[in-house]
T-cell receptor, first 116, second 113 residues
Framework: AQSVAQPEDQVNVAEGNPLTVKCTYS??????LFWYVQYPNRGLQFLLK??????LVKGSYGFEAEFNKSQTSFHLKKPSALVSDSALYFC??????????????FGGGTRVLVKP | NAGVTQTPKFQVLKTGQSMTLQCAQD?????MSWYRQDPGMGLRLIHY???????DQGEVPNGYNVSRSTTEDFPLRLLSAAPSQTSVYFC????????????FGNGTRLTVT
């Protein structure tokens, strides 16, 4: 079975400071990893994904994520947070061998609050 | 450019009533799915479809039915609503069944009393 853990329910950061949202995963095969963001009363929006290759993945709105196979982690980062980055962030995983179709397993979400 | 359209946006049902949540996409996506979102639990997969005429169960399928008669539409049916089905429901689609990103609708907030 595949699973995702987001250990922090909420992350508070001052505008202009670095932002990190943590994610660890568990799969029996090789992982496909994703980050999505959700703004109030909206569906999730895709930020970035890791399939293979470079461990540092760059995505939308200045976000990036680092894949660490030994620590089974895929933390989301932004060098300088904006107030408009305040939202709910979800990490998701798919086991590319075991999971049929495009079945993603999502973490519980981390709320990010960026204060001016 | 509509993307994924869900209707209705809000719905209140009484226990035992049935209803259908509509989902349509105009991107010719092969893969479609339904998730429910509950506080602290992330999104859980209810049913999914890898193409017209093909559906399968996800993580929490009990109490829900789906069909996929066309590429564009993927309705979710609640057969006999229960308070435990109070949730926000999201439909999502992707270009193929592999690792292409999911495109989400804006959700349907369902309350069962």
């Amino acid at each position: 079975a595949q699973s995702v853990a987001q250990p922090e329910d909420q992350v508070n950061v001052a505008e202009g400071n670095p932002l990190t949202v943590k994610c660890t995963y568990s799969v029996s095969g090789n992982p496909y990893l994703f980050w999505y963001v959700q703004y109030p009363n909206r569906g999730l929006q895709f930020l970035l994904k890791y399939i293979t290759g470079d461990n540092l993945v760059k995505g939308s709105y200045g976000f990036e994520a680092e894949f660490n196979k030994s620590q089974t982690s895929f933390h989301l980062k932004k060098p300088s947070a904006l107030v408009s980055d305040s939202a709910l962030y979800f990490c998701a995983v798919r086991d590319w061998i075991k999971a049929a179709g495009n079945k993603l397993t999502f973490g519980g979400g981390t709320r990010v609050l960026v204060k001016p | 450019n509509a993307g994924v359209t869900q209707t209705p946006k809000f719905q209140v049902l009484k226990t035992g009533q049935s209803m259908t949540l509509q989902c349509a996409q105009d991107m010719n996506h092969e893969y479609m799915s339904w998730y429910r979102q509950d506080p602290g639990m992330g999104l859980r997969l209810i049913h999914y479809s890898v193409g017209a005429g093909i559906t399968d169960q996800g993580e929490v399928p009990n109490g829900y039915n789906v069909s996929r008669s066309t590429t564009e539409d993927f309705p979710l049916r609640l057969l006999s609503a229960a308070p435990s089905q109070t949730s926000v429901y999201f439909c999502a689609s992707s270009l193929n069944r592999d690792n292409s990103p999911l495109h989400f609708g804006n959700g349907t907030r369902l309350t069962v009393t």
